[in-house]
C-alpha cells in the first residue's frame, strides 16, 4: 500500500501506448461482470471500475450474491483476479499468453462456482470507430513479458491521480464519486453545477486519460459542459492550455509535466486550481 505521491515520467509518455491498449482491454472484464451482475445504476456506473490504492488494483463493483465477490485486475503483471467482500483473493489468472476468449472462459468458469449464472456475461461490442484497435481484439494473446516498467508507471499515473481526485470530491459537494471509465480508460469525477445550457445541466469533469486519439499520451483535463465557446479562454497555470478541436477542454499534457518528483502533484494541482474555475466562468458567461 502507498499513499504517498508515485514519480512519474521515467518513461517517456509516447512509450506507453502498446501498455495501455493491452490494459484497457485488460479491464473489460471487469465492466462486462458489473454491467451483466451488479445492480443497473442509471449514470451506468455499475459497469464501471476504480483503483483501490491498498491492493493497487483496479477493481469492480461488489456482485452482491450469496459470496459477494468482486473482480479486479493487476495492472502490472497482468493478472485478473475474483476478490471476496474482505478483499481477499478468490482466484487469480495471469492473462499473459492468453486470449480474450480465454479470459472471458475462466471468468465466468470462476464465477459460476459462487453459484452465478454467468450466461449473460460477454465480450464488449464497442464501434470500432470509438475504441482503441488492436491485434487482441482478433484473438492475438496478451503479452505481459515486455512493458512491466511500463505497466507500472501507467497504474502510477492512476494511483497520483486518484489521490488528487479524493481531495476534490473532501471538499466539494457536487462532486460525483471517483470513476474508471471502461469505454476510455479515463478516471475522474463529475461536479454538477447549478443552471442549465441550451436545455442541458452544466458539469465539468475533472480527470485523466491514459491517451486518446486527442492526445497519444496521458493527460489531465478539466472539461466544461454543455461545451462553451472557445473565445476568451482565460489563462491556465500548471503549463496547461486549451483544447479547442472537437471539444473544449483544459489540458496537461504528460510530456509538459516536470520531470522533478517533488513538483509533480504541485504542479497538476495548480493546473487543476486554475481550470475549474476558469471552465465554471466559461459555462456562466453562456449561460441560458
Not at 464501471?48 to 493487476?74: M, N, Y
Not at 449473460?120 to 512493458?147: C, K, M, Q, W
Not at 522533478?260 to 466559461?282: G, V
Request: charged share 15%; aromatic share 10%; net charge negative.
Amino acid at each position: 500500500m502507498s499513499n504517498l505521491w508515485q514519480p512519474i515520467g521515467k518513461n517517456k509518455p509516447q512509450e506507453l501506448i502498446e501498455t495501455r491498449l493491452q490494459m484497457h482491454y485488460a479491464v473489460q472484464f471487469i465492466s462486462i461482470i458489473g454491467s451483466a451482475l451488479a445492480e443497473p445504476l442509471p449514470d451506468y456506473s455499475h459497469t464501471s471500475l476504480q483503483w483501490h490504492p491498498e491492493l493497487e488494483v483496479f477493481v469492480g463493483k461488489l456482485i452482491r450474491t450469496i459470496k459477494p465477490f468482486r473482480v479486479a485486475l493487476d495492472p502490472v503483471s497482468l493478472t485478473a483476479i475474483i476478490l471476496d467482500k474482505q478483499s481477499d483473493t478468490i482466484a487469480t489468472f495471469p492473462l499473459h499468453q492468453q486470449t480474450m476468449k480465454d479470459a472471458l472462459d475462466w471468468h465466468k468458469q470462476e464465477i459460476a462456482k459462487l453459484g452465478v449464472n454467468v450466461s449473460n456475461i460477454e465480450l464488449p461490442t464497442y464501434p470500432r470507430a470509438d475504441f482503441p484497435d488492436h491485434v487482441i481484439a482478433y484473438g492475438a494473446t496478451f503479452d505481459a513479458n515486455s512493458g512491466q516498467f511500463g505497466r507500472q508507471e501507467l497504474a502510477n499515473y492512476y494511483a497520483n491521480t486518484n489521490q488528487i481526485l479524493q481531495e476534490i470530491v473532501a471538499i466539494t459537494e457536487e462532486a460525483s464519486a471517483i470513476h474508471i471509465w471502461p469505454h476510455h480508460f479515463d478516471i475522474a469525477t463529475l461536479i454538477t453545477l447549478g443552471g442549465t445550457k441550451n436545455g442541458e445541466p452544466m458539469t465539468v469533469g475533472i480527470g485523466m486519460s491514459p491517451g486518446d486519439t486527442s492526445y497519444n499520451e496521458p493527460y489531465w483535463y478539466v472539461s466544461p459542459y454543455p461545451y462553451p465557446n472557445s473565445e476568451n479562454l482565460l489563462p491556465l497555470d500548471g503549463n496547461g492550455f486549451w483544447h479547442t478541436q472537437n471539444w473544449v477542454g483544459a489540458v496537461l499534457t504528460a510530456s509538459k509535466l516536470t520531470s522533478e518528483p517533488d513538483m509533480q502533484r504541485q504542479q497538476i494541482t495548480a493546473f487543476l486550481n486554475s481550470a475549474f474555475p476558469a471552465s465554471k466562468a466559461l459555462l456562466q458567461a453562456s449561460k441560458l
